[in-house]
Structures are given as C-alpha cells and as structure tokens.
C-alpha cells in the first residue's frame, strides 16, 4: 500500500507544482519579507501571508492532482502488484472485471467505470464551481479598487463611468 500511494503522489504531485509555481512567482516575495521584517515567525508567515496569496492556485492543483489520481492506472498497476482486495484501485479493477471475460464481470467492469466517471464529473464541477467563485471574488476586489468622486476628480470619474 505505501508503495501505491508514493507512486501516485510521484505521478501527480507535478500537476500541484505546475499550478503554484507561476502563481508564487507573479506574488514576489516581498510581502514575505515584510511579515519577517516585522517579527513574523515563518509558520505565522506561512499561514497569512503566503497561504492566502497561493490559495486559488493550491486549490486549483489539488483539483488536478484528485483527478489525475483517480485515474492513475500505469504506475499503480506497476508497483501494486494486483493483489485482489488489498492493493485494487479503481481503474485496476475495472481491468480485473474486464477481464473476467463473463456478462456480470463486464457489467461490473461498468458499472465500476461509470462510477469513476461520476467522480470525474464532480471533480470537474468543483473545479468549475472554484473558478466562477476566483473571479467573482477578482471582481468585487476590482470594484472595491474603483475611487469614488469624493476621492478623485469628478472629470476622471465621469470619464471612467463613460468607459464602462
């Protein structure tokens, strides 16, 4: 089992670092060094500072990592080493059943299948329903940005409302 599970975190683990790698280097540093200037522990930095600003890209990876995990069959089918009922996965059943070569070891095999489907329709829901929340919530950031006439010209206001 520990086999398995280092197997799957070799394969997918590039999927999270694909994610967060741009996303830390657009952030910069220089928010983490101001936290450490002023006092913050690294974990205290880690948790509010870096955390948060990482948070969709995390996410998003994660997302794909589940994804990618799920239907990992070639490394796991390499280091299992198919024992029934102790190191199975998902796909590697579904060859198991597929194989069996019977009508209920076929519709089993389906039935298996499907219901990996579904988990990968869900996944793709949540990734969905996480970029409709990123950019709504990258919307209201942008509003909030937007001056109001007491604090800018009321020439440059109107001419930004014109643009809208």
Same mark, same amino acid.
Request: glycine share 8%.
């Given at each position: 089992?520990?086999?398995?599970?280092?197997?799957?975190?070799?394969?997918? $683990?590039?999927?999270?670092?694909?994610?967060?790698?741009?996303?830390?280097?657009?952030?910069?540093?220089?928010?983490?060094?101001?936290?450490?200037?002023?006092?913050?522990?690294?974990?205290?930095?880690?948790?509010?500072?870096?955390?948060?600003?990482?948070?969709?890209?995390?996410?998003?990876?994660?997302?794909?990592?589940?994804?990618?995990?799920?239907?990992?069959?070639?490394?796991?089918?390499?280091?299992?080493?198919?024992?029934?009922?102790?190191?199975?996965?998902?796909?590697?059943?579904?060859?198991?059943?597929?194989?069996?070569?019977?009508?209920?070891?076929?519709?089993?095999? $389906?039935?298996?299948?499907?219901?990996?489907?579904?988990?990968?329709?869900?996944?793709?829901?949540?990734?969905?329903?996480?970029?409709?929340?990123?950019?709504?919530?990258?919307?209201?950031?942008?509003?909030?940005?937007?001056?109001?006439?007491?604090?800018?010209?009321?020439?440059?206001?109107?001419?930004?409302?014109?643009?809208?």
């Amino acid at each position: 089992m520990p086999g398995i599970v280092l197997a799957t975190v070799f394969v997918t $683990f590039p999927f999270v670092a694909r994610e967060l790698i741009p996303v830390m280097q657009a952030a910069g540093s220089e928010q983490e060094q101001a936290a450490l200037t002023l006092g913050a522990s690294g974990w205290r930095t880690f948790w509010h500072v870096t955390l948060p600003s990482v948070k969709w890209g995390l996410i998003y990876g994660i997302i794909l990592c589940n994804a990618r995990a799920m239907g990992e069959f070639g490394a796991v089918s390499v280091v299992s080493g198919h024992i029934i009922r102790q190191t199975e996965t998902m796909p590697l059943r579904v060859q198991a059943l597929y194989e069996g070569g019977s009508a209920v070891s076929g519709a089993a095999a $389906f039935a298996v299948a499907s219901l990996l489907a579904l988990l990968a329709l869900i996944t793709l829901a949540i990734k969905t329903f996480l970029e409709w929340k990123q950019a709504r919530d990258y919307a209201r950031a942008q509003q909030l940005a937007m001056p109001t006439p007491e604090s800018d010209s009321d020439t440059a206001f109107l001419a930004r409302q014109n643009l809208r």
